[in-house]
Nanobody
Framework: QVQLVESGGGLVQPGGSLRLSCTQSGDWFSIYNMGWYRQAPGKQRDVVATITYGGSTNYADSVKGRFTISRDNANNTLFLQMNSLKPEDTAVYYC????????????WGQGTQVTVSS
């Protein structure tokens, strides 16, 4: 089965930048649709950005123009470049992998904390 490990979170001032990464093991990375989700305390987990195995991307309205999702299939790695960070971006960010043809093959990482504060 698939294992996902996120890294790159931390504390940053408003207007700053962070890059998150997620490395997959256990299956062929190239056949999975990937996504970043976030969850703030007391709130539901919401989608931030997704990228299909073919490279098509989608973004939540709240991050469009500031965040960029990308993937490196050769290294089994997903990225989220976050620029112009705001306090409202503070959350635990989770990596998700879904098999392109078998939706029950759906996996989550353990999460990485992003805190935006002055």
């Amino acid at each position: 089965q698939v294992q996902l490990v996120e890294s790159g979170g931390g504390l940053v001032q408003p207007g700053g930048s962070l890059r998150l990464s997620c490395t997959q093991s256990g299956d062929w990375f190239s056949i999975y649709n990937m996504g970043w989700y976030r969850q703030a305390p007391g709130k539901q987990r919401d989608v931030v950005a997704t990228i299909t195995y073919g490279g098509s991307t989608n973004y939540a309205d709240s991050v469009k123009g500031r965040f960029t999702i990308s993937r490196d299939n050769a290294n089994n790695t997903l990225f989220l470049q976050m620029n112009s960070l705001k306090p409202e971006d503070t959350a635990v960010y989770y990596c998700n992998a879904r098999h392109f043809a078998v939706s029950t093959r759906d996996y989550w990482g353990q999460g990485t904390q992003v805190t935006v504060s002055s």
